[in-house]
């Protein structure tokens, strides 16, 4: 059910994900087979911790997205922290209102099928997002213009400052294929292709490399093996006895990967957090008040949840953006430090000294049970009654969404491009927004990170984070860190994942 | 002659097997039994007697034929008026072991019936019933497996009394049994009749033993009486009758040869018969 | 005979029936849900409602299930409402891996509960009292229990299996081999426990019978008694005992393949139950009942061979 | 009544045992009382967690976690969450056993009414249970539990009851079992005559029987109630606010590289307490189902006796037996032991000779002894009986020192006819293939020389078509044909003597008198001598040349048929002749 949560979320998009797999103890059903492959430049073998949710390019996450990198190739590819380079679009330009991306193709390039990437693909493939489901919503109401055979033209119904993370998250497959509606295996021009005769379906993948893809000297593997590992221990077993060079682990398992000698690469990528979304108070009265979201605040100890509960594996978080983001607040100190007794007479002042019950939904496989206990404790102290409600089956992420809790608890991702967290977390829209209430002042600021100058959007943005701060909107605790284990000889170079959940195939070096 | 008590007419009974393939057990079997008369039947085995006991009792389905007991038919009636006629036919099993509930202390066993009937009696019918039984008076606080077969069996004699029936079908009362015991056991039954005035339905493989207790006999021979009368052990006038009376060896060694050379005769005489037919 | 298979057959497929559709109506969840659950959280509402309809999730439940079950007919079981891969061919490489945990683990059961049964009942003594300590510390510990105690001992402190994964025999045999050996103690123990104390009762039962004796008295061998007469006699109990733990242990190689990290059916039933792949979720269900199904079959079958009074009934 | 002898079979029917006596022997049982010592233990564990467990269930110190055990405050430790493990497991106890209660209810309440009702009343009722027992079997439990979990959530009561549901079955097929055996037992056919309701009938006769088998049952059912609860929740079907075993190891083992011995103490409380039902049902079995006290003699105070015996036989200078005698026993005595130290003599130095083509009687009531000299002579005496002393001579040898010479007597040299014809034969074998194989054991011919000797010695032991029989199973042929097919196994091997015992018991008159004849001519052709064990003197009479009577372990009399039958001397054997003649038919 672990998968379900995260390939659920994963399919989000980037955002929360590296959560929602890191944390995940132990769920299994993997092939650690024999690395029967050579030395080790000849074959990359990495772990996924989730299977490959089959090659629709409509509803594909970029978590652990290899296997679609492999295959297809993005019209940009983003860096760390979301600014775009060229890929498949050699030229781009993105128009002044935020509206439009104008994309060149470059020439000459071939799906593996031999049919040619031109605009018309191009325009296929945008289309389809906009219906397919999977980040439908952030594709609605695009319209897409082909002036020529290179040339693609693509428009938003509204500004969208995030065009550039949209570029990066397509996967351009053939017009066919797409026209066909069925994905049994995918055709794109990606820098590898999926090897069908040595791929089981839930347990391994093989790739091998396309020598025709136009920045093949990036990707030096002349073949890449993809593993489903779903428990995090056959992962690390796998890594010890080189069965995979490389997999995304916790700190469960973070001194064994160590004492074995695995090259370790820190990932921190999200915030513990509780989002605090009924700032109107609708559901439960309390929450309108500013005093007792502040007195939430107050009653975590986050140096002692950095240094206890994460084993000294995260560092105490006071906002929820990520660290040298344009909206992170560098000289912020800890607004609400930790004071139950503070926290308590903001509570009587509030007229809440008597507490209210709050609902908190939990998953298996989120690390609750590592958060729970000790939240529950700590809201108790302000009267504050925590009921812990397990969510299950399929229909979990759709109740977890629906508003129904207006605190979730969960480790949601800080983004490279924090404009990605403002809109996730903050917009009336926002999908963890889940009370989905609109805020003036929010609104304000979005509109000048809309149609404001470059400073005036990192301006906006920074207030953003101030203005939500003050408003105690979220209860931040701790910048959790992850980490990317590989084995001898396997380097990544960088991790250049904008939202930081992991390398990407080009890091492999 | 007064009444027969107990009265089967034309008495058929059929298995239904598994596969719905049916075996008649008992074949057109008639006779009756009167107050205080013992009529015993005598076959071997297969050859449906303890069926015929089991019918009486209701504990075997009749198929077609009547069963009157007092003048009233008995045949394929309900549960609840059979219970009312318990009161009138008993039975007394073969095997003393499995007859009674090892679980339950004689005297529960006893006080059984008449709670069953809703008489009363306790303690001290339960003491009366075990003395006629010839059964020390404090064994009520015992379980059967502290007695011998004997004994056991003569518990479940006196839990066939208990009631005061009429008629106590005794299906191989004594087979079980040790020669000397077995000659006991006999000798109680028949001295609870003459106290008592109960009828035997008297069943039993044992020709000698039959001789020995009943007023009639009959003989079974594949589900039908073939033979029915008083001196049925004695002047066998059937010839499967005939051959069963041969076949028990006597326990004299003269005149077992005698009457071993007699049944060779019999059987090569027979077979000739069959030959010439 | 012709009669008593057809009986069965229909009587297998009453039970078929009835499983499919109790499995198939509890995991029927809303349409909406799992819909979503396949898009994410991004897909507008509209192309939730079209993903419902797309699937047939917005049909009632009878329909449905007769739809899948007219399919199932056919050899197909549909495809994945997630990955879009075909539940025939998740089987194909899931099946294996169950199978070879039960089947391997029934082979050595039958050997060694065979073996220890009969020299318990035989020998008696110390032989007999180790095997009931065994059989009782067997039959207490769950397979996980021992299954991770494995994993401790013989995984991480001492490095000679590995702990987790499985190696498909024709990629490396002696790699499968190893890959299996843990799983299949883990299950063996359990099993080897029940069936061989169960054994030992059905071989003490026959060496009580009277043609025991009488073989005896006639001058035959012991080990010929037992091998050859006790044996073939103990053998129709022995079957139902072994037939149920082989049932008994489809069940339980759900908990083995979850820490071993082994990709078979128990684990793909575990997680695409949860996430609401119904087709995917039914296969190891079908898999399962054909399972139940043939053993109780073969035990039936060899009952058969075994027992004359069976056969000609 | 002194006179009726306790028939020994009264000692093996099951023991009775009033609800106050299990309890004691449950307890001063050590198994036993161990293991209810630490059920106890474990059910204060969670009865007591509100008031002894050191932290609420939940309670996190953040100064705690992963704490090894034995740490202050932390005796097993505390988990990644900073939860005391001792309290954890305190706490999950009583969900623990709640959920195990709940599978026992619910099967019992299911399985045992069905069970009960199927038994006692057969018919259509039985058929459907039958077969809902049959599809609930092929249900595969575990899917559908997992299925459950998707549609109620984390509710590991409701997955406890559905449990229950599914382990039902057993219940079912164990009570309809008893009751299908009860059934049909003399007590309740008598309950019926007697006109007692089926009501009273199944509440006083049969859930007596159904009782102990039941209690036993619920101990495993509880064990394997614990065993899959914490499996569910191992593999995260659980409550995660709710405090529970499985749910505790669950965590630990997903943290097992940061906190090793958190995994221990789970599986160790959930190990030991399915053992510790296991255990209780086992001795439970014990003291409820014992065959009466099973009386097992000490293994060195047996080895002693065999010693003792062995060096009696090589003091002995007995006389050795005449040229003609086939088989001589002298001062054979027999015992079987109870307690583990003392012996019961039930065979006292008894001597015997039989000679040449002699049919030998051996007479007497049940427990008399003589079937245990039978079987002393053939060496198939039961395990548990000890040979106290004596010896048996055969062809010059003491069969009873030397095994060897037993082995080389048995089937060479000694045949043996049982009393049950049926139950004698090797069900899973032809007639044929029991034969042929039984007489190449002993004999060294090919198949077909043995195949054809037997047939024709078939066809001599008044077999009309021995090809034919030889093909057909046991169950196939009647008791008096199974009873020739015997006595033809019995001197295939050509052996001096054959022993008999009880040979037409089983069998009806008119063919007792048959198979009488059938031995009287085997014996005249072959010289055959013969042990005759009988309890009936009608069969004496016709086929013995020399009697023995015996009566409590002791031969009182012997002599030559006729003169025996003639002038009995004991008073024993006048009353048994006296009790035969009584109910015999002389006519002729």
Known sequence: MRRTRRRALVALAAPLALSLAALTGCTSGGQAGGNTGGNAKDTLTLGLTADIQGWDPGVQPTYQGWGADAVWDSLLRCGPTGEPSASLADKWEFSQDQRTATLHIREGVKFSDGTPVDSAAVKANAEYYATAGGASSRWAGITVETPDAQTVKISWPAANPLLALRMCESKIATPASIAEGKFEAPIGSGPYTLDTSATTGGSVYTFVKNDSFWDSASFPYKKVVLKVLESETASINALKTQQINGSLITTATYEEAKASGLALETLKANTTRLLITDHLGEKIPALGSVDVRRAMNMVFDKDAIAEKLYLGRATPAYQIFREGSNAYIADMKDPYPFNVDEAKSLMAKAGFSDGFTLQIPTMQGQGHEKLMPYISQQLALINIKVEEVPLSGPNAISELLSGKFPVPLWQLGNYGESLQDISDYTLKDGIWNVSHQADAKIDELWNTILTGTEAERKQAQQDVNRYITDQAWFVPMAYPEHFYATTAGVEVSQVSDFSGLHPLLRDFK | MPSPILEVKNLDVTYTGRHGLSKKVINDVSFDLHPGETVSLVGESGSGKTTIGRAILGLAPVTSGSITFCGETISNISRSERRRIARGIQVVFQDPYSSLNPSMTVEDILVEPMQAAGASGGRDRVRELLDSVGLPSDSGSRYPKEFSGGQRQRIAIARALALDPAVIICDEPTSALDVTTQARVLALLKDLQQQTGVAYLFISHDLGVVNLISDRIGVLYQGSIVELGEHVATKPQHEYTKRLQMAAPVADPKKQRERRAARLKLLADEKVGAGRL | ?313 | MSAETPNPAATEAPVPVAGRSVMKRLVTNPMGAICLAYLLFVIFLGLSSPFLAPFQPNQADLNAVNAGPFEPGHLLGADSAGRDILSQLMWGTSQTLLGSVLVLTISVAAGVTGGLLAGFYRGKFETAADWVNDVIMSLPSIVLLIALYALTGPNVMVAMAVFGLLVAPTYYRLVRAVVVGVRTELYVDAAKVVGLSDQRIIGRHVLWAVRAPVVIQSSFILAAGIGIQAGVEFLGLGDPKQASWGGTLQNANNNIYNNRFGVLWPALLVTLTILALVLLGNVLRDVLQSSARNKTLRKDRRRELARKAQQERTAATSDLPAQDVVLSIRGLRVGYPDGPDSVREVVHGVDLDVRRGEIHGLVGESGSGKSQMAFSTLGILPKEAVILGGSIYQGGEDILADDKSMKKARGHRIGYIPQEPMSNLDPSFTIGAQLVYGLRAVKTISAKEAKKQLTTLLAKVGIRDPEGIMRLYPHEISGGMAQRVLICGAVAADPDLIVADEPTTALDVTVQAEVLELLRQLSKERGLAMILVTHNLGVVADLCDTVSVMKSGRIVEHNDVESLFEDPQQDYTKELLESTRRVELLEV
């Open chain 3, 1 to 313: 005979m012709m009669l008593s298979v057809l009986k069965r057959l229909l009587r297998s497929a009453v039970i078929v029936l009835i499983v499919t559709f109790a499995t198939f109506s509890l995991m029927f969840g809303n349409g909406p849900g799992i819909a979503r659950a396949i898009l994410g959280y991004q897909a507008t509402e509209g192309d939730v409602q079209r993903k419902v309809v797309q699937l047939g999730l917005d049909r009632p439940l009878l329909v449905q299930y007769g739809d899948w079950l007219g399919n199932a007919v056919t050899g197909n079981l549909g495809e994945s409402f997630f990955t879009g891969q075909t539940v025939t061919s998740a089987l194909a490489t899931r099946v294996p891996v169950t199978l070879t945990l039960v089947v391997l683990t029934m082979i050595l059961t039958i050997i060694i509960s065979v073996l220890l049964g009969v020299a318990a009942a035989v020998y008696g003594g110390w032989l007999d009292r180790a095997l009931q300590f065994v059989a009782v510390l067997g039959a207490a510990a769950p397979s996980f229990i021992i299954a991770i105690g494995l994993v401790f001992a013989f995984a991480i402190a001492v490095r000679i299996f590995p702990a987790t994964g499985y190696v498909s025999p024709d990629i490396s045999l002696g790699g499968w081999l190893l890959s299996v050996t843990l799983p299949v103690i883990s299950l063996l123990v359990g099993s080897v426990a029940n069936a061989a104390s169960q054994f030992r009762g059905a071989v003490l039962d026959v060496l009580s019978r009277d043609f025991v004796r009488t073989l005896r008295a006639r001058g035959i061998p012991g080990s010929h008694i037992i091998f050859r007469h006790v044996l073939r006699n103990a053998g129709g109990p022995g079957l139902t005992v072994l037939s149920l733990q082989t049932l008994g242990l489809v069940g339980g190689a759900i908990f083995v393949e979850l820490v071993f990290a082994l990709p078979g059916i128990g684990q793909l039933a575990n997680l695409s139950t949860q996430n609401g792949d119904v087709p995917m979720a039914m296969g190891p269900v079908v898999v399962t009942i054909i399972i139940v199904l043939v053993v109780n079959f073969i035990g039936d079958f060899a009952n058969t061979m075994l027992n004359p009074k069976a056969r000609t009934r």
